[in-house]
Structures are given as C-alpha cells and as structure tokens.
C-alpha cells in the first residue's frame, strides 16, 4: 500500500507541475501579447468610443427606452439606420460615423438591454420584438417621406429580417434599400470554429452552458472572472472576431471593451433568441429593394456561406466577400465596408427618383 507521505510528495509534484505549466502558459500568452502590442498601430490614436450624436430616447412598444443618436446633415437625401449585433452597441459603427456621416443623415440606436438602451424583460427577448424596435426607431427618426436605408450586422441584419417579415409594406415605399453584413437568414451554428469531432457535442451542451452561467451565484462568479480575464479574453476576440492577424490590437481592445460591458444575462437571453432564428421566408420583401449581402471570407461566427443563401433569396442583390476579413469586417476592413455601404445608398437613391 502507498503511504500517505509518498502519496503527498507525488500529489505535490503533480499539483507542481500543473501549476508550473499553467504558469508557462500565462508567461507565454503575455509575451505573445506582448509582441502584438509592440508592432506598428495606425488606429492607436482613433478616439474609439467618443464620437457622439445628437441623443434622443424612443419608446418601444413595452415602453423600454432605446438609446439613438443622429448625425449628418438634417437635410440629406437619404437616412441611413444602423442595426449592431449581438453582445455590441451603437459604438462599433465608429468607422461608419467617421466617414458616412458626411455624406448621409445617419442614425444609430443600442438593441434593447444593450448599450445605454434599458433593460429588457428576458421573456420579450426575440428577433420579432427587435424588428417591431426597429419599426419605432424608424417611425421616429425618418418621419413623413423621408426615405431609409437599413444597415445591420449580424443580429442588426436579422432585426432588418424581421421588420421586412412584420411590415413589407415599407419595403419599396419608405425603406429603399438595405445592407446586410455578417448575418443569416437562419439559425447560427455557434461552434463552426471548432474542429468538427468536437462540435455535435458542444452544440447539445452550449444552451445550458450559456443559461446556466447567466444565474445567481455562478452568474457573479462567471461575471468577475469576464471583468479580469483581459489577456485571455484579448486573444480570444482578436481570434474570433478578425480574420487578419495583423489587426489592430487598440482595435480588438476596443471590441473586447464593448463585449465585456454587455452583462453575462443579456448575452444569454439573447443567445436563445438567436438560436430561435428563422427569417428566410422574409428574403422575397427584401428583394423589393436594392440590397448588399456582405461578409468576410474568414469568418468564423457565422459562416459565409449563410450570406451566399441570403443573397440567392434576394431578387438582384449583390454579394461581396471582403477577403481575409472576419465576423467584425466593419472594423476590420472599414474603408471597404463604407465604399460599399455609400454605393448601395446611391443605387437605391437612383432607383427610388425612377419610380
């Protein structure tokens, strides 16, 4: 029988040794992190985060607040509305502010329980009670005649999904077109960036993992380590969120700040709503107008693939693959996200003077 004395010295070298390596892990993480914050960074001086509108707060449907700010010029042709994705706010558009708002009345808005948005009941939490949001946003910062284009990515496009499926007699009349970046008609696989042996396990697991760690106790504890993980949780969205390693690392610390300050319950609550997603039928309105279907061939969130289906289901829409950019191409690739947001604007300018 193995004494109790040899069985702690080896239970101590075992504890030593896993802690040994769990510590060369953390060194080398910092160093690698390291390296990446010592290469060149153009956007390090970019005052992420600080470019604001002007506020106006509209009521949903349940009375919830919904925090919207507009720029631009007030007597632009065209208004153009942005819809962020999930676990984002309003702020990701910071590129989008920076060089459309010259050029078109642009609104942007925080989806309910995100941003500076109020807090949802979690029972009104769907993809329909974010396109009937949409529909009082529009309603009340485009009133009359004032023609719209929508812009959404990810869960923003399925928000555009869903008002086309509730009220397609917009479609055409007051909404003349719509871009649609980084999204799907359908429900998103959430484990597509894992190795495939792993996924139909993880896929059964994800729901009550995501629920479970969304309550009490463990939602506090789950909560405090997102808050201190910052190297971990640095890597993490610059590998899933970009295609190009090359990224700006003030870029991914600036996604990874909107993240982090979308509580644990929020993403939850929304994760299930997301995983309910089902708007293919409402494609055919779509096609009223002229629509860009837009993703990054490196996606690792939602399958490009997903886009080449939105884009078959969309009378006459165009597809772009913007090349080794991932799910937060309007980051990542910003210049090429606006020419062709611009382009699409004025096309369905155009085609609304012919009608």
Not at 35 to 61: H, Q, S, W
Not at 331 to 337: F, G, K, S, T
Request: glycine share 10%.
């Amino acid at each position: 029988m193995v004494s109790w004395r040899r069985f702690s010295e080896v239970a101590g070298l075992a504890a030593g040794a896993i802690a040994a390596g769990a510590g060369a892990v953390v060194v080398a993480e910092k160093i690698a992190i390291g390296r990446i914050r010592l290469r060149p960074d153009p956007a390090a001086g970019e005052p992420f985060g600080d470019i604001r509108g002007e506020a106006l707060t509209v009521r949903a449907d349940d009375g919830l607040p919904l925090h919207v700010e507009i720029s631009g010029p007030a007597d632009a042709p065209v208004t153009l509305i942005f819809c962020h994705g999930y676990t984002l706010n309003q702020d990701v558009w910071y590129y989008q502010r920076a060089g459309l708002e010259r050029l078109f009345r642009c609104v942007f808005w925080d989806q309910r329980s995100h941003g500076r948005s109020g807090r949802s009941d979690p029972d009104l939490v769907s993809i329909d009670q974010l396109g009937a949001d949409l529909h009082e946003i529009l309603m009340a910062t485009a009133p009359g005649d004032t023609p719209v284009v929508l812009v959404g990515h990810s869960m923003g496009g399925m928000t555009v999904m869903a008002l086309a499926d509730q009220h397609p007699e917009l479609f055409g009349a007051k909404v003349i077109g719509a871009v649609l970046i980084s999204t799907a008609a359908s429900t998103v696989d959430p484990v597509t960036w894992l190795p495939p042996p792993l996924r139909p396990a993880i896929r059964r697991m994800v729901p009550t993992m995501v629920t479970g760690a969304a309550k009490g106790r463990v939602a506090d504890v789950v909560e405090r380590g997102r808050q201190s993980a910052s190297d971990i949780a640095f890597l993490g969205t610059r590998r899933l969120a970009f295609g190009d390693s090359g990224v700006s690392p003030t870029v991914v610390d600036f996604l990874e700040r909107i993240i982090r300050a979308t509580p644990i319950d929020v993403i939850a609550d929304f994760y299930v709503a997301l995983v309910g997603h089902e708007k293919r039928h409402a494609l055919k309105v779509l096609g009223k107008v002229p629509v860009l279907v837009l993703t990054g061939d490196k996606d690792r969130l939602v399958d490009p693939r997903l886009s080449d289906e939105i884009a078959g289901g969309i009378d006459g829409a165009d597809l772009v693959r913007v090349h080794g950019a991932g799910h937060i191409v309007i980051l990542e690739r910003p210049e090429e996200v606006n020419e062709a947001i611009a382009r699409l604007a004025e096309r369905a300018m155009e085609r609304a003077g012919a009608r």
